[in-house]
């Protein structure tokens, strides 16, 4: 499963270094708006101390841990919506990411220019979601400019989708992000189909190298969503903004082990057990017949296979079985 989380924020907040740190890849980090110009993407494990011991009761010859992947996105500045700066080409490549993580300056540094001239985090994110609801207007607006023919025709769909656009307008026009709007099953699967940036789940990592954690506390209280405490210097919070970035995009793991492989294997949370078996072949959804699953814990703590299948907690299960996350799973196709 291949999903995405684009590293967004004003120009100099950290974005670059973070990106550095996290992949070890080099992209440019100088002190100076827009250096990053072109995207690049990062491919980071994501720390599980459960495929280590799995794979260390296997003695397995390949360890494969989960991962998530990151966009790095060159900085947006108020206006990137009506195309100042880069801004029409950093909004479609947001467009393109599964996620954003919305890096905060709230560290100060004298040495590093600020396009605001002042380190005022929430003022920062402001001008970052605002962006991404001017945008997702002017989408919107032209999806119901078009809807118009339908609607004289008295097209249900075309009914339908009016009403969810009418109310995700009007929450863009109140300044809210896209995201805030409650739908329901159906009504989300036609919000999904306008690929709006505020619809997208976002992770604000505050970046706070040698920040009184006081400062820290104050900002965290006001963010708008869910957070992490970074610093992307001296590589700390890392482990927390890869769990939590996995959790953002709604993924969980389930695992197979042997003395070939053991594999952390990325699946959406709420999966059945021939939808997870497409992680590892497509095929396994038409030709799924049952599942052997144990919890990773009940295997290590049985010792082995074979005593885990005599104290009962290998299970057989069927189609509509519900994978859950840190399951051990040998498909039977």
Request: include cysteine.
């Given at each position: 499963m291949s999903l995405s989380i684009g590293i967004v924020g004003l120009p100099n907040v950290g974005k670059s270094t973070l990106f550095n740190a996290l992949t070890k890849k080099s992209v440019p980090a100088e002190n100076y708006p827009f250096c990053t110009i072109d995207p690049s993407v990062g491919i980071v494990?994501?720390?599980?101390?459960?495929?280590?011991?799995?794979s260390s009761f296997s003695r397995s010859k390949k360890t494969i841990p989960a991962v998530v992947e990151f966009v790095d996105i060159a900085g947006l500045v108020a206006g990137a919506s009506k195309g100042e700066g880069l801004g029409n080409k950093f909004l479609a490549n947001i467009r393109e990411v599964d996620a954003?993580?919305?890096?905060?300056?709230?560290?100060?540094d004298k040495d590093i220019i600020h396009v605001a001239n002042k380190v005022d985090p929430l003022d920062d994110i402001s001008v970052i979601n605002l962006e991404l609801i001017l945008a997702d207007l002017e989408?919107?607006?032209?999806?119901?400019?078009?809807?118009?023919?339908?609607?004289?025709?008295?097209?249900?769909?075309a009914v339908v989708e009016e009403a969810v656009l009418a109310r995700i307008q009007e929450a863009l026009e109140a300044g809210k992000l896209a995201s805030s709007v409650e739908l329901a099953k159906e009504e989300k699967r036609i919000l999904l189909s306008m690929h709006l940036?505020?619809?997208?789940?976002?992770?604000?990592?505050?970046?706070?190298?040698?920040?009184?954690?006081?400062?820290?506390?104050?900002?965290?209280?006001?963010?708008?969503?869910?957070?992490?405490?970074?610093?992307?210097?001296?590589?700390?919070?890392f482990n927390e903004l890869l769990v939590g970035a996995y959790d953002l995009l709604g993924l969980e793991t389930f695992f197979t082990t042997g003395e070939d492989e053991t594999r952390a294997w990325t699946i959406k949370k709420g999966?059945?057990?021939?939808?997870?078996g497409t992680a590892i072949h497509t095929d396994f959804k038409d030709k799924f017949i049952r599942a052997e699953v144990v919890f990773w814990e009940e295997l290590l703590d049985a010792g082995s296979y074979v005593e885990a299948r005599a104290k009962g907690k290998?299970?057989?299960?069927?189609?509509?079985?519900?994978?859950?996350?840190?399951d051990v799973i040998e498909f039977r196709i």
């Amino acid at each position: 499963m291949s999903l995405s989380i684009g590293i967004v924020g004003l120009p100099n907040v950290g974005k670059s270094t973070l990106f550095n740190a996290l992949t070890k890849k080099s992209v440019p980090a100088e002190n100076y708006p827009f250096c990053t110009i072109d995207p690049s993407v990062g491919i980071v494990p994501v720390p599980d101390e459960r495929i280590e011991k799995l794979s260390s009761f296997s003695r397995s010859k390949k360890t494969i841990p989960a991962v998530v992947e990151f966009v790095d996105i060159a900085g947006l500045v108020a206006g990137a919506s009506k195309g100042e700066g880069l801004g029409n080409k950093f909004l479609a490549n947001i467009r393109e990411v599964d996620a954003i993580l919305q890096v905060v300056r709230v560290f100060e540094d004298k040495d590093i220019i600020h396009v605001a001239n002042k380190v005022d985090p929430l003022d920062d994110i402001s001008v970052i979601n605002l962006e991404l609801i001017l945008a997702d207007l002017e989408t919107v607006s032209k999806r119901r400019s078009n809807l118009s023919r339908e609607l004289k025709k008295g097209d249900k769909g075309a009914v339908v989708e009016e009403a969810v656009l009418a109310r995700i307008q009007e929450a863009l026009e109140a300044g809210k992000l896209a995201s805030s709007v409650e739908l329901a099953k159906e009504e989300k699967r036609i919000l999904l189909s306008m690929h709006l940036l505020s619809a997208k789940p976002i992770l604000y990592a505050l970046n706070a190298s040698e920040v009184n954690e006081n400062v820290i506390e104050k900002v965290a209280a006001q963010i708008p969503g869910k957070y992490v405490v970074i610093d992307a210097i001296f590589e700390k919070g890392f482990n927390e903004l890869l769990v939590g970035a996995y959790d953002l995009l709604g993924l969980e793991t389930f695992f197979t082990t042997g003395e070939d492989e053991t594999r952390a294997w990325t699946i959406k949370k709420g999966s059945t057990a021939p939808i997870a078996g497409t992680a590892i072949h497509t095929d396994f959804k038409d030709k799924f017949i049952r599942a052997e699953v144990v919890f990773w814990e009940e295997l290590l703590d049985a010792g082995s296979y074979v005593e885990a299948r005599a104290k009962g907690k290998v299970r057989t299960e069927g189609k509509e079985y519900i994978v859950k996350d840190g399951d051990v799973i040998e498909f039977r196709i």
